[in-house]
């Protein structure tokens, strides 16, 4: 990666040519590092729970799910954590910094290595195959999965427009400064726990198990490090993060009856034996520095 180099002057001086000895350079990557530090994510969850609550609220008397194990709620709800980090980075750097993280939605030219696309669009496709058959493995009878390209088309869509709402938020906004503290990995983990913690109020509504809950939140921690993971190797890519989203739940719908059939302990297992194994080869504090033997 080419880093571009930013001369710091005194008020008043002008440069061009060698730096002088009195000025100094920053590189970007201290730059963004210095502006990552500045979010605050405590903040910005308080934030995104306060923004929940109306919703959550509303869930309780609102019955109608317009997917199957999708509240009613969640088509807004989803929004939270983007208008969340949409404020903050308004008061932090303005109209400019809002502009600057809205393009983030479709900055997949950070993708240099294309390489990276096989992992967002077929990791998940590919779990939800090896669940399908570990099940059938285990005796259960399943039915053949039917995926009418269209519906399928719109799923993806309506999906897609989620997961920005959230990534925006999560990836766009959150993930860096956690990781500047604490490592790729442990802000992993630690913002997985706290977006499977604000799922909750949703799948209680629409009636799953507290057993059901646990494992899903075992997959979703696990498939939040996976994005760290892809979003580290692919130059930060918001964009690419919310594909790699978009497919946990395309493939949960697409699973034999709408999802109904879909294994959560199952899930879990292959999603967190995936997320330790790229942990392992990778790294844990950046997740992307590979480790050839």
Request: net charge positive; charged share 15%.
């Amino acid at each position: 990666m080419k880093t571009i180099l930013k001369t710091i002057l005194p008020p008043g001086q002008k440069f061009g040519g060698t730096p002088p000895e009195h000025a100094f350079v920053i590189d970007e990557d201290s730059l963004n590092t210095i502006a990552s530090r500045s979010k605050s994510p405590l903040t910005f969850f308080l934030m995104v729970f306060a923004l929940s609550l109306p919703f959550w609220l509303a869930g309780a008397l609102a019955t109608l799910q317009p997917l199957p194990g999708i509240p009613l709620t969640a088509l807004i709800i989803v929004f939270c954590p983007a208008t969340a980090a949409i404020f903050l980075v308004h008061r932090e750097s303005k109209t400019a910094g809002v502009r600057k993280l809205l393009k983030r939605s479709f900055d997949f030219k950070r993708i240099k290595e294309k390489i990276w696309c096989l992992p967002i669009v077929l990791l998940v496709p590919g779990v939800a195959i090896l669940q399908f058959g570990l099940i059938r493995w285990m005796g259960v009878s399943l039915p053949i999965p039917q995926i009418p390209a269209l519906k399928t088309l719109g799923i993806f869509l309506a999906m897609f427009i989620a997961a920005q709402g959230e990534e925006l938020g999560w990836s766009g906004y959150a993930i860096d400064p956690m990781q500047d503290r604490w490592g790729a990995f442990l802000a992993g983990i630690l913002l997985g726990l706290v977006w499977a913690i604000w799922h909750i109020v949703p799948l209680v509504q629409v009636h799953r198990s507290p057993v059901w809950i646990a494992w899903w939140c075992l997959g979703t921690v696990a498939a939040r490090v996976l994005i760290v993971w892809l979003y580290n190797n692919t130059g930060k890519s918001v964009f690419g993060a919310a594909v790699f989203h978009t497919m946990i739940n395309v493939s949960w719908q697409l699973f034999p009856i709408h999802g109904s059939y879909f294994d959560q302990r199952v899930n879990g297992l292959i999603m967190a034996f995936a997320a330790g194994i790229v942990t392992v080869i990778w790294g844990p504090r950046t997740l992307a520095r590979y480790r050839s033997a």
